[in-house]
């Protein structure tokens, strides 16, 4: 009994030796600050451009993704029942609103354009209210710095207006109302 206490402060130890500094944070952002205007992909951020392929295999760049609209919105799906969650709840209250904005869904976990196109029939989403983008090479994901949820939204003129995870929909419709 004694040996199992003193293996379990060993381990104990040893675990808490690996955290560094990580058990008494600063509080302070170390990231990178943000310039207006410069390219990257944090919001008031130009976006770079980019061509990814939809689930039919043609390309999206940033120009045409917001072509004859006020935006572009852009969600990360891995097909979970929280994505769909989400893509119901932007398909039923936030698309309808605003028919002036192109709205995509980013499948970055299916590996090719046929599972993507497969992805988006399986679930419900081909055709119709989102355009489902293949980002095979995760290019949209680590440009955003996403994950499952986060959504995005581009004007048409390139800036980045947001860049969060997706809740209610609330801040989504907010940011899309005051678009010039």
């Not at 976006?47 to 004859?68: H, K, M, R």
């Not at 929280?82 to 970055?108: G, K, Q, T």
């Not at 119709?128 to 499952?148: E, K, P, V, W, Y």
């Not at 390139?158 to 005051?178: A, F, H, Q, S």
């Amino acid at each position: 009994m004694y040996s199992f206490r003193i293996a379990g402060l060993l381990l104990l130890v040893i675990v808490l030796t690996g955290c560094g500094d990580n058990l008494f944070p600063s509080g302070e952002d170390k990231r990178p600050s943000l310039q207006a205007g410069d390219s990257g992909g944090g919001v008031t951020q130009k976006s770079p451009d980019f061509s990814i392929s939809d689930s039919n295999g043609v390309p999206v760049t940033l120009a045409s993704s917001t072509f004859g609209k006020k935006a572009a919105v852009f969600y990360f799906t891995m097909w979970c029942p929280i994505c769909d969650s989400h893509m119901n709840n932007m398909r039923a209250y936030i698309v309808p609103a605003f028919p002036d904005v192109n709205f995509f869904l980013v499948d970055y976990v299916s590996g090719s354009i046929s599972a993507a196109a497969r992805a988006a029939a399986e679930n419900g989403y081909a055709g119709g209210t989102f355009t489902t983008l293949a980002d095979i090479s995760r290019f949209l994901l680590n440009t955003f710095q996403a994950t499952m949820g986060t959504t995005v939204v581009i004007d048409n003129t390139g800036v980045i207006k947001m860049n969060e995870d997706y809740r209610d929909g609330t801040n989504l419709r907010i940011i899309l109302t005051d678009l010039p």
